[in-house]
């Protein structure tokens, strides 16, 4: 048997030991968007490009990233979300949607996709937190106090902060009371306080059980956001593009007050026969949603699917030419 040169074994041995440090260089562990930890702030992203915080929900983190332009989302991506085995499927299946929400409606007051409820909410406080990052320079904060609105249970009035003229706490400060409307108070107004501040507008839902203190509440709180009009007053007619649908176009001229819709009016829409009679159910209630909801994220019309989807369609088009 021959011996092996010792100065041989030596200069093999180092061999493998630089090979192996070259592999584990070259084969680092890939990680995934879905299951990477919570990265440190990005101090090299791009302006315009904001990062969410890392939400923990029951199947796993979600985070957002946005792009915002002139103070509009562009934008809106899942850098991170549940994944592995039915967790993946229904992430296919909401983060789009999701995304496609935050873009449309331009803030965080976006629906929950049904059978994706944890995902939803974790993207929802994510993309909030990433909007939270768009404060000015200076920041001014201010209390008004909404008008008294009666209704069959009792009075109710909203106060409101608003730092730099965005709302960011709510607090009903007379609300129906005593026996059963107590408990509805109780159970109500804690959910009107956060809708307002995720909405920013008193476009927000009427809770169930608790319809009269909702509606009250709402009015109240749209006479204090009223009270937000700046010294001047500027105002322009933006007409939307022609929608072609199944039944005929459909296109929205809008009045804006100071950036705000204040008024809407479907000036083609079909018509003829039974669509005449559709068009003057749905139109005058998609006009009122519009000026409600001061964006194109509005409801469809039952019965009138295919004239509400136009009217939105050519709304978001007017809209486009004052934000873009």
């Known amino acids: ?84 085995g039915l967790n993946s499927k229904k992430t296919a299946m909401a983060v789009p949607r999701l995304d496609q929400e935050a873009v449309a409606a331009g803030n965080a007051h976006i629906d929950t996709v049904t059978g994706a409820t944890y995902t939803s909410n974790g993207y929802k406080q994510s993309l909030q937190s990433a909007l939270d990052q768009r404060k000015p320079a200076t920041t001014t904060t201010r209390t008004v106090t909404g008008a008294v609105a009666q209704t069959q249970y009792g009075p109710v009035q909203v106060r409101i902060t608003l730092t730099n003229g965005k709302i960011t706490k709510a607090d009903a400060i007379q609300a129906p009371h005593g026996g059963l409307n107590s408990k509805k108070t109780a159970m109500a107004v804690p959910r009107l306080d956060q809708e307002a501040v995720a909405a920013g507008n008193a476009h927000i839902d009427t809770v169930t059980g608790a319809t009269y203190t909702s509606g009250g509440y709402k009015q109240s709180l749209q006479s204090a956001l009223d009270q937000r009009k700046p010294a001047t007053t500027t105002t322009r007619t933006v007409t939307g593009a022609v929608t072609q649908t199944q039944y005929g176009p459909v296109q929205v001229r809008i009045t804006l007050t100071n950036g705000k819709i204040t008024k809407a009016d479907a000036i083609q829409a079909p018509h ?25 994220r509005i409801d469809t019309v039952s019965g009138a699917t295919y004239t509400s989807g136009g009217y939105k369609q050519s709304l978001q088009s007017a809209l486009d030419q004052v934000h873009g």
């Open 1 to 84: 048997m021959k011996k092996s040169h010792p100065v041989r074994r030596v200069v093999l041995a180092g061999a493998a030991t630089v090979s192996g440090v070259v592999l584990l260089v070259t084969l680092k562990p890939t990680t995934g968007p879905a299951s990477a930890a919570a990265p440190s702030p990005d101090t090299s992203q791009a302006p315009g490009t904001l990062t969410g915080t890392t939400v923990q929900t029951r199947y796993g983190p979600v985070q957002v990233r946005i792009t915002v332009a002139n103070g509009k989302i562009t934008e809106a991506d899942a850098i991170q979300a549940p994944h592995g």
């Open 272 to 296: 003829g026969g039974l669509d005449s009679e559709k068009t003057a159910m749905a139109v005058p209630r998609l006009d009122q949603e519009a000026v409600a909801a001061g964006s194109a």
